[in-house]
């Protein structure tokens, strides 16, 4: 089993930047991507950006290209989402997610493991 535990949400201005990290604890050896996930009031959980850890190809949702960037350190199996020029409809629960089949990454369905997430809002 793994273990994710998210860090970094909070309230920000619109135009700011706010940086998420995630921690996987437990078999670890097992993962091959990390990624985010978001949910807002009233709608379906959504991809956000992955990464695999062989190769490191990222993948990111159209809504956040250019403004999201998603790194890793795979020594110390952290996944971290920098997020800047946020918008209010960037408010949502930020979950962590993980998976041991580096296969379509950006389904919310093909991912193992789920932190608790982390409430961002951006205010306007």
């Known amino acids: 089993q793994v273990q994710l535990v998210e860090s970094g949400g909070g309230l920000v201005q619109a135009g700011g930047s706010l940086r998420l990290a995630c921690a996987a604890s437990g078999r670890t050896s097992s993962i091959n991507a990390m990624g985010w996930f978001r949910q807002a009031p009233g709608k379906e959980r959504e991809f956000v950006a992955t990464k695999r850890r062989s190769g490191g190809t990222t993948y990111y949702a159209d809504s956040v290209k250019g403004r999201f960037t998603i790194s890793t350190d795979n020594a110390e199996n952290t996944v971290a989402l920098q997020m800047s020029s946020l918008k209010p409809e960037d408010t949502a629960v930020y979950y962590c997610?993980?998976?041991?089949?580096?296969?379509?990454?950006?389904?919310?369905?093909?991912?193992?493991?789920w932190g608790r997430g982390t409430q961002v809002t951006v205010s306007s």
């Open positions: 997610a993980a998976k041991r089949i580096s296969t379509y990454l950006t389904s919310i369905h093909a991912y193992d493991y």
